[in-house]
């Protein structure tokens, strides 16, 4: 039996990915140029961003209490709105099909 069949780690949770995920949709909407909005850029977009914030991964209440204090943190709401910005330029400028 492998050890992943061993423990529920679908338990663990990277709040992070909700913010960006979040920020993500609301910078694109808000973006005064057209944007490539195919899977792959996306995705890109996406995978940028959380490469570029602190992960917030909980498990349990406590750990889901810890990361809603962090994201109330003005300077990380500020990190992934900048994370996302700097994520959807490069994609746009360099994106990941002809």
Do not use: W
Not at 20 to 40: G, M, R
Not at 64 to 80: C, F, K, P, Q, T
Not at 81 to 97: E, F, G, L, M
């Amino acid at each position: 039996m492998a050890f992943k069949d061993n423990y529920d780690f679908d338990q663990l949770v990277n709040e992070a990915e909700r913010l960006v995920i979040s920020e993500l949709e609301k910078q694109i909407s808000d973006y005064p140029e057209p944007l490539c909005l195919c899977e792959d850029c996306v995705l890109d977009m996406a995978t940028l961003a959380l490469n570029s914030v602190k992960p917030l991964y909980r498990v349990s209440l406590l750990g889901s209490l810890y990361a809603a204090h962090a994201m109330d943190e003005a300077s990380y709401a500020e990190s992934v709105r900048n994370a996302v910005s700097a994520a959807i330029a490069k994609v746009k400028s360099h994106p990941s099909h002809d």
